[in-house]
């Protein structure tokens, strides 16, 4: 690789300060076990102070913990997707509530939602799941991360039928247009933009940006998923969230670093760290 290349695809020669944060990011699979302090180091040398680990089941979370435990950059937390909907239990809700409450690096209940693109679980069983991590979301007064992929009607009609108006909720990974940011900071929650919109035919995201008020917008890498463009169909990384911000800021048409800024904050912030 020629230095001017190297150079492209280094994110901490983007510059950006260390207050970023990568709000959605899945570290605990196999996939970063064999360079996870890497990993770590990379990140942090791109500008990225904080990060929120998804674990989408708490065996998962048993299994790598102790990997995290020299890292409080990372904070947790936990849900189960709506693709592995069909084997939720209402006992599930117990489980959790009993590691939200014995562990307090877990700072949101998620990734729940619904996804009709995958057939893995029923709308039906979708929903159940979805209903009752909401419902311990705001029993424990802990934010919400919410998937919806090809769902958006039935997404919001269950939070706003849940009235969650007043409740921290961050709409992760949106690939939606102006209309439902609109929509969703309306009812007073947050958004989170990942690597997509830096692809070129992702016009309709890029044009909603403009409508998400600059107090609710969050940066994530949904890691090892959706890498930016110019690492398209790699594995995906937390440094690479520098990439997305730096998208975000120059379609804005605004100070990388200070972007980089604002949604580190409201990172912090969102999950009360
Ligand atoms: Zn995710």
């Known amino acids: 690789m020629d230095a001017a290349l190297r150079k492209m695809h280094d994110p901490a020669q983007l510059g950006l300060p260390l207050v970023g944060a990568d709000s959605h990011a899945h570290l605990d699979g196999e996939g970063f076990y064999e360079d996870f302090e890497e990993t770590l180091e990379r990140a942090r040398a791109a500008g990225v102070a904080l990060i ?52 307090p690096r877990f700072r949101a209940v998620g990734e729940t939602g619904l996804d009709y693109y995958w057939k893995d679980a029923t709308p039906a069983q979708q929903k159940r799941a979805f209903l009752s991590q909401a419902a311990l979301a705001r029993e424990l007064d802990m934010p919400l991360v919410v998937h919806c992929r090809d769902a958006e009607q039935d997404t919001l009609a269950i939070l706003e039928g849940m009235k969650m108006q007043g409740h921290p909720v961050l709409w992760h990974c949106f690939g939606g247009a102006a209309g439902l940011a609109r929509r969703i900071t309306d009812n007073g929650w947050h958004v989170s933009i990942a690597g997509p919109v830096t692809y070129p035919a992702n016009n309709a995201l890029r044009e909603a940006l403009r409508v998400i008020p600059l107090d609710r917008l969050h940066v994530e890498t949904d890691s090892p998923y959706l890498a930016p463009q110019n690492r398209r169909g790699k594995r995906n990384e937390p440094a690479y969230a520098a990439f997305t911000a730096a998208a975000i800021a120059d379609y804005l048409g605004m100070d990388r670093a200070g972007l980089w800024r604002v949604c580190g904050e409201n990172t912090r912030r969102f999950f009360r760290i």
């Open 52 to 103: 929120g680990n998804v674990f989408l089941d708490i065996e998962s979370w048993m299994r790598s913990r102790a990997r995290f435990d020299a890292r409080p950059e990372v904070f947790f937390i936990l849900g189960r997707h709506p693709i592995d909907a069909a084997s939720w239990e209402e006992s599930d809700t117990e489980r959790m509530r009993e590691v939200f409450l014995s562990e």
